[in-house]
């Protein structure tokens, strides 16, 4: 049973930095991707950052040269180090796991099709 619980969330100022973590269970990672997604107030939920089974990461244009994802296979940990915070990365972030196919692809930000196991979920707020 895949289970994911996310942390480090919080209130910072625009430009500073905050790194999420999400300890993760019952997680296959040579078929699974793992990734973030957020939502905003009113908004549709998108993909953020994903790294595939080979640790390659992908990103969704808006977040690009700010925020990095990795994988500590070894603590079963993902992370999201998100610097030069801006106004508009205020959401709800949400760890998750899952992919597109038996091969467990990641799909390409801001789509999140296929990522199907989520946590609850850890809010980021950036005041300007």
């Known amino acids: 049973q895949v289970q994911l619980a996310e942390s480090g969330g919080g209130s910072v100022q625009a430009g500073g930095s905050l790194r999420l973590s999400c300890a993760a269970s019952g997680v296959t990672y040579s078929r699974y991707c793992m990734g973030w997604l957020r939502q905003a107030p009113g908004q549709e939920r998108e993909g953020v950052a994903f790294i595939d089974r080979d640790g390659s990461p992908s990103y969704v244009d808006s977040v690009k040269g700010r925020f990095t994802i990795s994988l500590d296979k070894t603590k079963n940990t993902l992370f999201l180090q998100m610097d030069n915070l801006k106004p508009e990365d205020t959401a709800q972030y949400y760890c998750?796991?899952?992919?597109?196919?038996?091969?467990?692809?990641?799909?390409?930000?801001?789509?999140?099709?296929?990522?199907?196991?989520r946590g609850k979920g850890t809010l980021v707020t950036i005041s300007s």
């Open positions: 998750a796991a899952g992919g597109v196919g038996s091969g467990g692809y990641c799909p390409n930000p801001p789509w999140h099709f296929g990522m199907d196991y």
